[in-house]
Nanobody
Framework: QVQLVESGGGSVQAGGSLRLSCAASGYTYTNDCIGWFRQAPGKEREGVAAIHLGDGSTIYADSVQGRFTISQDNAENTVYLQMNSLKPEDTAMYSC???????????????????WGQGTQVTVSS
C-alpha cells in the first residue's frame, strides 16, 4: 500500500524558513516523480515543486523559484522541500504526491499524480 506522509509544517514569521518532509512507503522508490503542492483557503491547488527521483531533474513554480528547494534522500525514501524567505502568501496546506507511472516527468500538474499525502499546514505571518 502506497503511503505518503508529510511533516515539518508550522507557523513562522515572514522571512523565516521551514523544511517539509515527504516520507514514502509501500513501493519501490526509484524512477518515480514526487511533487509538492499547496492549497490556500478559497484557492485552487497549485504545484510548487517536483523532482524526478531517477535523474534528479526538478521544476519550480515561478512564485517560489530561488526561495524553495526540492531534494531527495533515497536512503530514507524521503523528499524534502526547503522553504526560505517565506512570505505570507506562502500560507497554505502543503501536500506531496507521487507519480508512479512507468515513465514520469517532474510536473506541477496535479492530474499526473496517482497518490497523495494528507498534508501539513504552513502559516506565515507578517
Amino acid at each position: 500500500q502506497v503511503q505518503l506522509v508529510e511533516s515539518g509544517g508550522g507557523s513562522v514569521q515572514a522571512g523565516g524558513s521551514l523544511r517539509l518532509s515527504c516520507a514514502a512507503s509501500g513501493y519501490t522508490y526509484t524512477n518515480d516523480c514526487i511533487g509538492w503542492f499547496r492549497q490556500a483557503p478559497g484557492k485552487e491547488r497549485e504545484g510548487v515543486a517536483a523532482i524526478h527521483l531517477g535523474d534528479g531533474s526538478t521544476i519550480y513554480a515561478d512564485s517560489v523559484q530561488g526561495r524553495f528547494t526540492i531534494s531527495q534522500d533515497n536512503a530514507e525514501n524521503t523528499v524534502y522541500l526547503q522553504m526560505n524567505s517565506l512570505k505570507p502568501e506562502d500560507t497554505a496546506m502543503y501536500s506531496c504526491a507521487a507519480d508512479l507511472a512507468w515513465s514520469c516527468t517532474a510536473s506541477l500538474k496535479t492530474v499526473v499524480y496517482n497518490y497523495w499525502g494528507q498534508g501539513t499546514q504552513v502559516t506565515v505571518s507578517s
